[in-house]
């Protein structure tokens, strides 16, 4: 469609009525997730005012908890950045806003009808900065047109606006991402069925030479049957109005003055599309936000993904590559299975690859230095002297591997043993990776989704323990690829058809026969002390054998 030259009309209502009714929300249940202030402008290349325009909301960023949706940073208000809309705005003559979608570092996402044709559609407005004819997005429409696990723009128009020219995309819409699928969905297969159809997306998009840059949850959506027989009124009924209290937030500068042109006279958050579960197909996904896709040939100099999901060549400074998608695939199948992928950001990021998967090599190590140095957030060092005193009363000290302890930059080997052995007596398993998946965990829980719980068999636990860790590799090359993934055996593995058993509690070991000898080596087994619960378990084991060889055992422990 050749660019005009519209202007976006503003009509805003004079009255905004407060909803006592206020529903729960998740953050990530958007097509972007709002990122560090400061970590917006540097991606968006903005130089932000060293004063604030706009007084600051709750719900920017990183004030917020799992259960509220988040506003755009309002000082990309500004020329270059975002292009101000309300409720009501008529964009290229066609399209009304209806209710807000999603927001990111470089567009904001409505819902609209389409007066045209009495169709509902989604238009991502992109910042000025970053319009362009020559944008990812575009560009990629028709190497990706018949893959059916994509979301890709059917039009797209020209905005101008005060803070400049913006291009317009128009999409499907679609329902929530998958990061939270685990609120509305019952039953493991189906999360187990997205695990695979992610997976053969990204299959698709490597296959043809194309890295996203940017795979996570908060970018792969539920997919919707039609809601265009819904009226703007019963959408606003299931999903709320954009003008009750959990949605809107009036606009205030820091001078008192009118933020227009510039800026809205209101932001909104973004719908909480899990209201619409009786329209979302809870086993069919489309991949969006390709606004940072490159083909592997031209990769960017930098990273456009949060932390959590983020490959450590990246967070070091490494290119984007099909290495680094396979690790972010591997952190998004983590997240839907558990719940949760690596901590946030940062240093907490690299302690939980650490905890998982082992100390970080050492070419990571000199770079690591220089990003994370010792000390606190002023530079002054750590006390931890009273935290070191609590662990005491609370765990006997255990012997310390010093060599081992030297590999890890994050933990200590004292602090990893405590680690294992309290996973070990609360879920069986002496890996850590393993016991963090074989707890048991709660599904479904919103609207009409049964809340039961699960835990998975040992033999999954194994199974998809081995590919992470064959995803996870710390060296790019030594990663599977997606074919190699598709073909591993828990994608294969036959799902049991009867209903989520209970779980049971931990029985102990059946009694048998044993002669006087062996009866005197297990009660010297059992009067071992609990903090080394790990071996008693390995003199167990080796009861099996030999008397010899549980004899050396002993001895080599005593």
């Given amino acids: 469609m050749a660019p005009t030259n519209s202007e976006t009309a503003t009509r805003s209502p004079s009255d905004v009525s407060a909803s006592s009714n206020i529903h729960e929300a998740h953050a990530e249940n958007q097509e972007h997730v709002v990122r560090d202030r400061n970590e917006v402008a540097m991606s968006s290349n903005f130089k932000l005012p060293e004063t604030p325009r706009y007084r600051r909301a709750y719900g920017l960023l990183g004030d917020l908890d799992e259960n509220e949706m988040p506003l755009e940073e309002l000082e990309l208000y500004l020329p270059g950045g975002f292009h101000p809309v309300h409720i009501g705005d008529v964009l290229d003559g066609r399209y009304e806003v209806s209710h807000k979608l999603g927001c990111g570092g470089f567009a904001t996402v409505w819902l609209c009808l389409d007066l045209t044709t009495h169709s509902w559609k989604a238009v991502k407005i992109l910042v000025a900065q970053k319009s362009s004819e020559a944008c990812p997005e575009l560009k990629f429409r028709k190497a990706l047109a018949n893959l059916d696990c994509v979301a890709l723009p059917e039009d797209h128009f020209w905005i101008n606006g005060p803070n400049g020219r913006h291009l317009a995309l128009v999409l499907p819409v679609l329902g929530p991402s998958v990061a939270n699928m685990r609120d509305i969905v019952s039953d493991m297969a189906i999360i187990d069925q997205v695990c695979r159809r992610i997976t053969e997306s990204l299959y698709c998009f490597h296959g043809k030479n194309i890295c996203h840059g940017d795979f996570r949850p908060?970018?792969?959506?539920?997919?919707?049957?039609?809601?265009?027989?819904?009226?703007?009124?019963?959408?606003?009924?299931?999903l709320g109005s954009p003008f009750s209290a959990e949605y809107y937030h009036k606009v205030h500068t820091t001078k008192g003055d009118d933020p227009r042109p510039n800026g809205p006279q209101y932001a909104i958050r973004a719908a909480d599309m899990r209201r619409l579960q009786d329209w979302i197909i809870e086993d069919e996904i489309a991949v969006i936000d390709f606004g940072v896709a490159f083909e592997v040939s031209d990769p960017p100099k930098a990273k456009s993904i949060p932390d959590s999901y983020a490959a450590p060549e990246l967070l070091f400074g490494g290119c984007p590559s099909l290495s680094s998608d396979i690790w972010s695939l591997a952190c998004s199948i983590l997240k839907l299975q558990i719940?949760?992928?690596?901590?946030?950001?940062?240093?907490?990021?690299?302690?939980?690859?650490?905890?998982?998967?082992?100390?970080?090599?050492?070419?990571?190590?000199?770079?690591?230095?220089?990003?994370?140095?010792?000390g606190d957030e002023d530079g002054s060092e750590e006390d931890d002297s009273d935290y070191e005193d609590y662990r005491d009363l609370v765990w006997p000290r255990l012997p310390i591997d010093t060599d081992s302890e030297k590999n890890y930059l994050v933990w200590t080997a004292r602090e990893l043993q405590e680690k294992r052995q309290k996973m070990l007596e609360d879920h069986g398993y002496s890996d850590l990776l393993n016991a963090q998946l074989g707890k048991e965990?709660?599904?479904?829980?919103?609207?009409?989704?049964?809340?039961?719980?699960?835990?998975?068999?040992?033999?999954?636990?194994?199974?998809?323990?081995?590919?992470?860790?064959?995803?996870?590799?710390?060296?790019?090359?030594?990663?599977?690829?997606?074919?190699?993934?598709?073909?591993?055996?828990?994608?294969?593995?036959?799902?049991?058809?009867?209903?989520?058993?209970?779980?049971?509690?931990?029985?102990?070991?059946?009694?048998?026969?044993m002669d006087d000898d062996t009866k005197e080596l297990v009660k010297l087994i059992q009067s071992v002390p609990k903090h080394t619960r790990k071996q008693r378990m390995d003199l167990r084991l080796a009861l099996s054998d030999s008397m010899e060889a549980l004899q050396n055992l002993i001895d080599s422990y005593c």
């Fill in 218 to 238: 908060s970018n792969i959506l539920h997919r919707l049957h039609s809601i265009d027989s819904l009226s703007k009124e019963q959408l606003w009924e299931l």
């Fill in 339 to 374: 719940g949760k992928a690596f901590e946030n950001e940062g240093r907490e990021v690299i302690g939980d690859m650490e905890f998982f998967l082992g100390p970080l090599p050492e070419e990571y190590r000199e770079a690591f230095a220089k990003t994370f140095p010792p």
């Fill in 441 to 513: 965990r709660d599904l479904g829980g919103f609207g009409r989704a049964e809340r039961r719980s699960y835990s998975m068999p040992r033999r999954d636990v194994l199974q998809l323990s081995d590919l992470l860790r064959r995803m996870l590799k710390y060296k790019p090359e030594e990663r599977l690829d997606a074919a190699a993934i598709l073909d591993h055996p828990w994608f294969s593995r036959r799902h049991d058809t009867q209903e989520p058993k209970p779980k049971r509690k931990r029985e102990t070991s059946p009694e048998i026969e």
